[in-house]
């Protein structure tokens, strides 16, 4: 299949296009570069040994966006072309909700026009808001706690109102936790323009000395040892998944937790990343950031009932990987 990836230079989106091409898909990537570099497409082309083709694009701009698909008969869209940023979302609410319902909308009103029938849509864990762990798909929405997690929610709402109008229009709404790692060559990771908001490209600059100190942002969560836990999860294991998603994909809308099912706090992150790389991170506890959760974890069995996808990488492979990356390009 002939498949445009939207945000396809990002983190996830980047891996996302290695596994499609390396799966047999062609790949059409559109991106801003707002939070990427043009060498990313390059480099994913270089580790799949295959072509691609990429267009600078805003794709809340529809007839930027049409002249994409007038060019290419394509067969599906996977859309990672959101800003992500939780904390950031609650002090630009209108540039979140702008950015990220508008490129939904596009995406899918052009996909009904030109009878492009798969759409794979990176959603997120925060849709569940304040759930009790482990999250599962058939869990209420509660994404009150920030305006990030309201984009991803009501983006699944409009898809899914979408599907029903439209019959032939499949669906896959995947509700991805905490991507981190790096592909094994070390030619794409994680690699934010200007200070990070995730945390590992946080740790891997702190271990780097680029960064003085790592902020960890509370330890008086109700959790194993007072700071948040999160379900990390290796970005090729996720990519992986969307492609089992892309394939699979039937008649409807169908909803997938892509993640590892185990929690992990960020202490636990910074213990692994030592056993690792053999580098102890110094670090701060600063308050606690606007919008965060104290835990949020997967109950990921339904992708591996139904998509033969399981995560596979370990939290000390991801560390190792996202190490490489960071001595290698930074």
């Known amino acids: 299949m002939k498949i445009l990836v939207a945000g396809g230079t990002g983190f996830i989106g980047s891996h996302t296009c290695v596994a499609l091409l390396e799966a047999g898909h062609e790949v059409v990537i559109a991106d801003d570069l707002s939070n990427s570099s043009i060498a990313v497409a390059d480099r994913i082309a270089q580790i799949a040994g295959k072509d691609i083709a990429f267009y600078k694009v805003d794709v809340t701009v529809e007839k930027a966006v049409e002249e994409i698909f007038d060019a290419h008969r394509l067969d599906g869209v996977i859309h990672f072309a959101g800003f992500k940023a939780v904390g950031e979302s609650v002090s630009k609410p209108l540039d979140y909700y702008r950015n990220n319902l508008d490129s939904t909308m596009t995406l899918a009103r052009l996909c009904i026009s030109r009878n492009v029938s798969r759409f794979v849509f990176s959603s997120s864990c925060t849709v569940y808001g304040e759930n009790i762990v482990p999250f599962n798909e058939d869990m209420d929405l509660m ?17 899914m109102d979408t599907a029903r109008a439209f019959p032939n229009f499949s669906v896959s709404l995947l509700r ?28 891997t600059a702190v271990a780097k000395g680029k960064l003085e100190i790592l902020s960890i942002f509370g330890d008086d969560y109700p959790t194993v040892d007072g700071t948040g836990v999160r379900d990390y999860i290796h970005v090729v294991d996720l990519a992986q998944g969307h492609v089992a998603a892309l394939d699979r994909l039937k008649p409807g809308v169908h909803v997938y937790n892509l993640g590892t099912g185990r929690g992990t706090s960020v202490l636990q992150l910074l213990s692994a990343f030592k056993e690792a790389n053999g580098i102890e991170v110094p670090y701060r506890v600063v308050g606690r950031r606007p919008g965060d959760i104290a835990e949020s974890y997967a109950d990921a069995k339904k992708a591996e009932r139904e998509l033969g996808w399981t995560a596979k990488r370990s939290i000390v492979d991801m560390c190792r990987d996202a190490w490489r990356f960071e001595k290698i390009n930074f």
Not at 177 to 201: D, Q, V, W, Y
């Open 176 to 203: 991805y936790f905490n991507p981190i790692g790096a592909h094994e060559s070390g030619l794409i990771g994680e690699a934010p323009s200007g200070t990070p908001n995730n945390l590992m490209p946080y740790i």
């Open 143 to 159: 994404p009150t706690s920030n305006p990030y997690g309201e984009t991803k929610a009501v983006s699944e709402r409009i898809l």
